[in-house]
């Protein structure tokens, strides 16, 4: 049984120039356990797609069912991590990450246990008192991370979390994340990843949601029967990354003017 369905699901946004189609009839679901990645040209409404899943938008057709109840507000067991991480600078490392805790109203003995518990699963031991602005660009999205996983979301949402980062710490979250992902006794139950970068895609998930040209639809459900930990200089590997990158390139409705992204690309 599908944990998320995106049935039929439409988007537009209406402009001094009348009415812009962002996307088009997508479908697609999410199974659990799975770490699926959403892949396509800019402005293609990747980010948008997440903001539907979470309840933050509202389709203008179809609709997301999330555990086989349509999303119609926020909903509470998801969690996102954002690219510009999204910190509170006035806040310690450890409000931070107790701020969605302290929303959902929990009893401080068990925020400080969560606190605790997730400021240790992503390296922060020794920082909880430090600012933001004390911290470095991979610190403070092991921050955002905490406090995601902290709310014990049922789904991580992922929009370009390591694409503000230098290649090396980016790197390094990327394998971290997977072993928490991987860890049983940690959420979530699934993680929906939004990237730009091909390898990036091929390298954590499971499945690569392509879309295309705007207004996007599903080029492709690409499936990555790699073991792990996935070798990137293999041929299968190139070979998955360059169908990807060929799909993005070669796909969608409409022209596109700009040049095309290399597969290697790690940012926008």
């Given at each position: 049984?599908?944990?998320?369905?995106?049935?039929?699901?439409?988007?537009?946004?209406?402009?001094r120039?009348g009415s812009i189609?962002i996307?088009?009839?997508?479908t697609f679901?999410?199974a659990?356990?799975?770490?699926?990645a959403i892949?396509?040209?800019?402005g293609c409404?990747?980010?948008?797609?997440?903001r539907l899943i979470?309840?933050?938008d509202r389709?203008t057709e179809g609709?997301?069912?999330f555990r086989?109840?349509?999303v119609?507000s926020?909903c509470?067991?998801?969690a996102?991590?954002?690219?510009?991480?999204?910190?509170?600078p006035?806040?310690?490392?450890?409000?931070?990450?107790?701020?969605g805790l302290e929303?959902?109203?929990?009893?401080?003995d068990?925020?400080?246990?969560?606190?605790?518990?997730y400021?240790?699963v992503?390296?922060?031991?020794?920082?909880?008192e430090?600012?933001?602005?004390?911290?470095?660009?991979?610190?403070?999205?092991r921050?955002?991370?905490?406090?995601?996983?902290?709310?014990e979301?049922?789904?991580?949402?992922m929009?370009e979390p390591?694409?503000?980062?230098?290649?090396l710490?980016?790197?390094g979250?990327?394998e971290?994340v997977?072993q928490?992902?991987?860890d049983?006794?940690?959420?979530?139950?699934?993680?929906?990843?939004?990237?730009?970068?091909?390898e990036?895609?091929?390298?954590l998930?499971?499945?690569?949601?392509?879309?295309?040209?705007r207004?996007?639809h599903?080029?492709a459900?690409?499936?990555?029967d790699?073991?792990?930990?996935?070798?990137?200089?293999s041929?299968?590997?190139y070979?998955?990354?360059?169908k990807?990158?060929?799909?993005?390139?070669?796909g969608?409705?409409?022209p596109?003017?700009?040049?095309?992204?290399?597969?290697l690309?790690?940012?926008e």
């Amino acid at each position: 049984m599908a944990l998320i369905r995106v049935e039929h699901v439409s988007k537009a946004f209406a402009s001094r120039h009348g009415s812009i189609n962002i996307m088009q009839d997508i479908t697609f679901d999410v199974a659990d356990s799975d770490f699926l990645a959403i892949v396509g040209p800019s402005g293609c409404g990747k980010s948008t797609m997440l903001r539907l899943i979470q309840g933050l938008d509202r389709p203008t057709e179809g609709q997301v069912v999330f555990r086989d109840r349509p999303v119609t507000s926020v909903c509470p067991q998801m969690a996102m991590v954002f690219q510009s991480f999204a910190l509170y600078p006035w806040l310690t490392v450890a409000q931070n990450v107790a701020f969605g805790l302290e929303a959902l109203r929990w009893p401080a003995d068990r925020i400080k246990t969560q606190i605790d518990r997730y400021i240790s699963v992503t390296g922060l031991d020794g920082f909880q008192e430090a600012y933001p602005r004390e911290l470095s660009g991979g610190m403070r999205q092991r921050v955002g991370l905490a406090r995601a996983l902290a709310v014990e979301p049922s789904v991580l949402l992922m929009d370009e979390p390591f694409s503000a980062l230098d290649p090396l710490t980016a790197e390094g979250l990327r394998e971290e994340v997977l072993q928490l992902w991987r860890d049983p006794s940690l959420p979530p139950d699934a993680v929906l990843l939004v990237t730009h970068n091909i390898e990036e895609a091929i390298q954590l998930a499971d499945r690569v949601i392509v879309l295309a040209r705007r207004p996007s639809h599903v080029l492709a459900d690409v499936r990555v029967d790699l073991p792990r930990p996935r070798d990137r200089k293999s041929a299968a590997f190139y070979d998955l990354t360059d169908k990807v990158y060929s799909l993005i390139t070669e796909g969608g409705s409409a022209p596109s003017t700009a040049s095309a992204p290399s597969p290697l690309s790690s940012s926008e």
